[in-house]
DNA sequence: TGAAATGTTGGGGCG
DNA sequence: ACGCCCCAACATTTC
């Protein structure tokens, strides 16, 4: 039996890899990564270049493992659709195997590909397999909680598998079949320079090796003070192990067992819910396809969002003179990440506040966010904006200015990210426009001042009162 | 996985 | 001593 492993960059490892560990049991291997040219052209790479970074980190350390336990990754560059039955042919392989993904579009490939050729789906993406789960009426869940209650009454994810020890070496025929009767030549993977990006070094590294190494200092550092210290923007107390849940250089499976194991009490039972919140996000999207175009409340259809060149520019440059929402804008741009609780706060900002439409915010957050993902980030978008499953209602409007002294009490992450409030006493950081001028100008602040910070953009309860009757009336429009 | 407005209670200053 | 006001602290309601 000779096997295609479809490696397509959400299953960047070898260990708990399904379908690897299938092909292996059943004979002879043959990975393959496909470079589509759709991303992998500068002019389309350029858009998202912390992604692209973290990727091609992780497929050059893919490629080392594979080559390290005998065999090779292969890089061809084409189409899917299209190359991967061509392959199946050329290289007189029994079957395709993948792991499974929760897109629509990433399900229309499938399709496709399953229509040309023999292709095997394994789950490995989610802990269930997505539309596993069912309410007693046999509809999805749509909210939060009794989808959780019915996880733990109906899932419990099996162990991880093991890296396979050794794989067979790509057979010669394979090999020589590259380059000849319209297969592509492989090729090493591309080098960020090749796509015409910058590296950025304050990206986390790629690679299964960095993300064990991740989920190991999580669990021995803040891990077991995770009620406490998960909502602090300025602490390092969340496990940061999102990109590697994208990319899958960790499996969900690993995470999962880990956290279980190494953790007790709250923390295990908080950790654990937030794993079960990307669980939840990937079950949404597989059961409700249409969630990306359409929102998931019907009665936000046509919603009044407003366009504004200033205010959108202020926001995703990070400077609407609120600090909390200005060090967030700055630390997407900047590091390819932004801790969830201010992902919340400047979400609701832009939808709330400023009245522009959440998927302006989505798209920014897909193009610059490292761990960007479909189903999770048009959740946690959703969520903020109101009109997701299980969403806050639409009358919670985030006070950017108690957030931030709630959550970044001593103004750490502000000032880490916005350096023109460094010195501002702590007192006044969240809310600078409060402070006394004699204050201001000990810390060389002047507010709304070329080349300083700016005064806020909006005033925070008109912006809350304007969105409150806003909403009242659509939504109110909508149900009659 | 909010915030603000409104309501209630109780202590202390004061006439 | 007593009622009155003020207001902080907390609870409830509303958006």
């Not at 010669?172 to 009767?181: C, Q, S």
């Not at 006070?399 to 006044?428: K, M």
Request: charged content about 25%; glycine content about 8%.
């Amino acid at each position: 039996m000779r096997t295609l492993v479809w490696y397509r960059g959400k299953d960047l490892r070898v260990a708990d890899h399904a379908p690897l560990r299938d092909a292996a049991a059943a004979g002879e291997v043959v990975p393959l990564f496909v470079l589509d040219p759709y991303f992998f052209a500068p002019e389309r790479a350029r858009e998202l270049p912390h992604r692209m970074q973290f990727l091609l980190e992780s497929l050059t350390a893919l490629a080392a493992n594979l080559e390290h336990l005998g065999s090779r990754l292969i890089i061809v560059p084409g189409r899917a659709v299209d190359l991967i039955p061509r392959l199946a042919r050329a290289f007189r392989v029994d079957r395709v195997v993948a792991q499974r993904w929760c897109e629509p579009f990433a399900r229309e490939r499938d399709r496709r590909v399953a229509a040309a050729c023999k292709l095997e789906l394994f789950e490995g993406e989610t802990l269930a397999p997505p539309g596993s789960l069912r309410t007693g009426a046999g509809t999805p869940y749509g909210v939060f909680t009794p989808f959780s209650r019915a996880f733990y009454g109906n899932v419990s994810p099996a162990a991880p598998l093991s890296a396979p020890r050794k794989l067979p070496p790509v057979p010669p025929d394979v090999l020589a079949a590259l380059g000849r009767g319209g297969v592509p030549r492989a090729t090493a993977p591309p080098t960020l320079a090749d796509l015409g990006i910058t590296r950025n070094p304050a990206l986390q590294p790629g690679g299964e090796r960095a993300a064990r190494a991740r989920l190991k200092a999580f669990l021995a550092g803040p891990a077991p003070r995770y009620p406490e210290l998960r909502d602090r923007m300025d602490l390092p107390g969340t496990s940061r192990l999102s990109a590697d849940l994208k990319f899958g250089t960790l499996s969900i499976r690993t995470v999962w067992h880990a956290a279980a194991d190494a953790l007790s009490g709250d923390a295990r039972t908080r950790y654990l819910g937030e794993l079960l919140w990307r669980e939840f996000a990937h079950h949404t999207l597989w059961d409700r396809p249409t969630l990306l175009e359409q929102p998931f409340r019907p009665d936000f259809v046509g919603f009044p969002w407003r366009d504004d060149a200033t205010l959108w520019d202020a926001w995703t440059s990070g400077h609407t003179g609120y600090p909390v929402i200005d060090a967030a804008a700055r630390q997407l741009l900047g590091e390819g990440f932004v801790h969830n609780r201010a992902r919340m706060i400047t979400a609701s900002f832009l939808t709330k506040h400023l009245l522009i439409s959440f998927r302006r915010g989505e798209a920014h957050y897909m193009k610059w966010l490292t761990d960007g993902d479909w189903a999770q980030n048009d959740a946690g978008w959703q969520w903020s904006a109101g009109c997701g499953c299980d969403a806050q209602p639409y009358f919670r409007v985030f006070n950017p200015v108690t957030q931030g002294e709630r959550f970044d009490p001593e103004g750490a992450y502000v000032r880490r990210w916005v350096p023109e409030l460094a010195r501002v006493p702590t007192r006044w950081l969240h809310a600078p426009w409060t402070a006394p001028p004699l204050e201001l100008a000990a810390a060389g602040l002047r507010l709304g001042k070329a080349g300083s910070y700016p005064a806020p953009i909006v005033d925070h309860a008109t912006a809350r009162a304007r969105f409150l009757a806003l909403a009242k009336a659509h939504l109110g429009a909508a149900r009659r």
